[in-house]
């Protein structure tokens, strides 16, 4: 013979702290995906994070090269490294809770 | 007799007129003036321009060799692409612009001149500052003399001759006391430079 427990016999927190971790998963997985779809977007620069852009330009009758900067922002890989960084950190965060728990 | 004298007295101030030193003003109205700095880094070549480029140079398109004169970058226009690494290279543990406002390079001789048509190949010879730091330097240029160009680079009317001058060179961050032996691992010492300047001189 089997008893159904009743609602205050059950118990309250489990289910509500594990919907919360998935929650923080999934926002980590979403966050890091748009982070690497943001980078690869904007030019996959490898090299360091620019807020300006060079922009070469030529003076006609002297034949100078010369350079323009043009506000841009292009992220670079320490921009992508730490938002990654940030994104296992959240989803880590989850596992610690729960040993803690 | 007299009319005689007069005429060979005036074809000497004419000549004389003719082969005096032009005084060329590397302030450009146009902007286009700049030194291009290049330095190797962890990740990638860190590339920047100087754009504040004053100074003179007094040249003489009938004696290169006597070129004599000054140029000077304000420290502040010293740029690269990210504004935080601006700030860093313009701050007190790299160039000190507030306490440096100026580099400056004073050309004391032109040598190994070379002179073809309106193009002069030489090595100039001079003193360089850096956060005060003055080290003799010498720096392969080409001197290009155009004769009543001004007028195509402003507007008409504007009678006046240009010069443009090309140049290489590098330097050591490390002799100009620029975070000297520090993070050698992160940013090179060695800094190259290209140099492409016009200066113009007005007909009055």
């Known amino acids: ?101 | 007799m007299k009319i005689t004298r007069l005429f060979v007295a005036s074809l000497a101030l004419a000549i004389s007129l003719g082969a005096a030193p032009i005084s060329f003003d590397f302030k450009d109205p146009k902007g286009v003036n700049a030194i291009q700095f290049l330095l190797d880094s962890l990740l990638e070549p860190i590339s920047g321009t100087a754009s504040g480029v004053s100074g003179k140079v007094s040249f003489d398109p009938e004696a290169p060799a006597a070129t004599t004169g000054n140029i000077i970058v304000t420290t502040a226009s010293l740029k690269v692409g990210n504004s935080t690494m601006t700030e860093h290279l313009l701050g007190d543990s790299w160039l000190n612009a507030a306490a440096n406002p100026q580099i400056t390079f004073e050309l004391v001789k032109l040598d190994n001149v070379r002179t073809a048509d309106t193009t002069t190949m030489a090595d100039a010879i001079g003193k360089l500052t850096i956060k005060g730091v003055t080290k003799d330097v010498t720096v392969p240029v080409k001197l290009t003399y155009l004769p009543d160009a001004l007028e195509k680079r402003t507007k008409p009317g504007n009678k006046g001759d240009l010069l443009v001058v090309r140049g290489e060179s590098t330097l050591l961050r490390s002799d100009y006391g620029i975070q000297a032996g520090k993070n050698e691992d992160k940013v090179a010492n060695e800094i190259k430079l290209t140099i492409a300047i016009v200066g113009s001189a007005p007909k009055t």
């Open chain 1, 1 to 101: 013979m089997t008893t159904t427990p009743s609602a205050s016999e059950s118990p309250p927190s489990t289910s509500s702290v594990a919907a919360w971790r998935v929650l923080l998963r999934m926002l980590a997985g979403i966050a890091s995906l748009f982070l690497f779809a943001f980078w690869a977007a904007a030019g996959a620069n490898r090299g360091w994070t620019k807020d300006q852009i060079p922009v070469k330009q030529i003076d006609e009758v002297t034949g100078i090269e010369f350079v323009v900067y043009k506000d841009h922002f292009m992220p670079g890989v320490e921009f992508l490294g730490v938002g990654l960084f940030l994104c296992i950190a959240l989803f880590a965060v989850t596992f610690i809770c729960r040993k803690a728990r």
